[in-house]
């Protein structure tokens, strides 16, 4: 299994842009996760969602956009780019139940800076 | 990597001796709270979790305890290492939501 992959894992955008962070996960796990980091900060929730065709927000949700057509994957879309943006993009994925029923498992981040 | 842990609070430890991190959480609806490890450059590591109706779990060097009258967990790495060195996370489970918010973190240290 390839686990959780992001891509692209850089990117730099200009105010006003728009991009799509890509996600997929091979485990066939029912939850999917994007958080984002500020440097040296904790991570904050943007959106979630519990299975194909069911997404909702988190805690930073504005300027974002999600759609969950599959079980595998969960884009996360910026329709106009604001510097306030610029940050470290993390995917995840959980499946319900289990030995640890909380254990999510990350990407390995797209790091995106607005200019 | 990233400079994650720069805003963070830090705790030294040296090496041999047991780490203590702390985290105090606010919903008390939450229903499973997880530690998380980061190091440099990387995601998130699961490390471990615990359900709300327990008070205290143990894994491989690690053990979790719950406090709920004062909505208090903490995490204690027995040993420590230098492999130890990270960003630790506590995270809950927001109840029926089932959206998983993260803490505060703390940087771990470990002095030679």
């Known amino acids: 299994n390839a686990g959780v992959t992001q891509t692209p894992k850089f990117r730099i955008l200009k105010i006003g842009q728009s991009m799509t962070l890509q996600c997929t996960q091979d485990?066939?796990?029912?939850?999917m996760y994007w958080y984002r980091q500020d440097p040296g900060m904790g991570l904050k929730l943007i959106y979630y969602?519990?299975?194909?065709?069911?997404?909702d927000k988190g805690e930073v949700p504005n300027g974002y956009n999600v759609s969950r057509s599959t079980t595998e994957d969960f884009p996360l879309r910026l329709e106009l780019a604001a510097p306030s943006q610029t940050s470290v993009y993390f995917c995840?994925?959980?499946?319900?139940?289990?030995?640890?029923?909380?254990?999510?498992?990350f990407g390995p981040g797209t790091r995106l800076t607005v200019t | 990597g990233e400079s994650v842990g720069l805003h963070l609070p830090t705790l030294s430890v040296q090496e041999g001796d047991n780490s203590i991190i702390n985290c105090a959480y606010s919903?008390?609806?939450?229903?499973?709270f997880i530690w998380y490890k980061q190091e440099s450059g990387k995601g998130p590591q699961f490390i471990i979790d615990?359900?709300?109706?327990?008070d205290k779990r143990q894994g491989q060097r690690v053990t979790v305890l719950l406090n709920k009258t004062v909505k208090h967990l903490s995490l204690q790495i027995a040993a420590t290492q230098p492999g130890d060195s990270a960003v630790y996370f506590c995270?809950?489970?927001?109840?029926?939501?089932?959206?998983?918010?993260f803490g505060k973190g703390t940087r771990l240290h470990i002095l030679p």
């Open positions: 995270a809950e489970n927001m109840g029926r939501d089932d959206k998983i918010i």
């Open positions: 919903n008390s609806a939450s229903d499973y």
């Open positions: 615990i359900r709300s109706n327990m």
């Open positions: 485990m066939n796990h029912n939850y």
């Open positions: 969602s519990v299975g194909a065709g069911i997404t």
């Open positions: 995840a994925s959980r499946i319900r139940g289990g030995k640890s029923s909380y254990e999510q498992y």
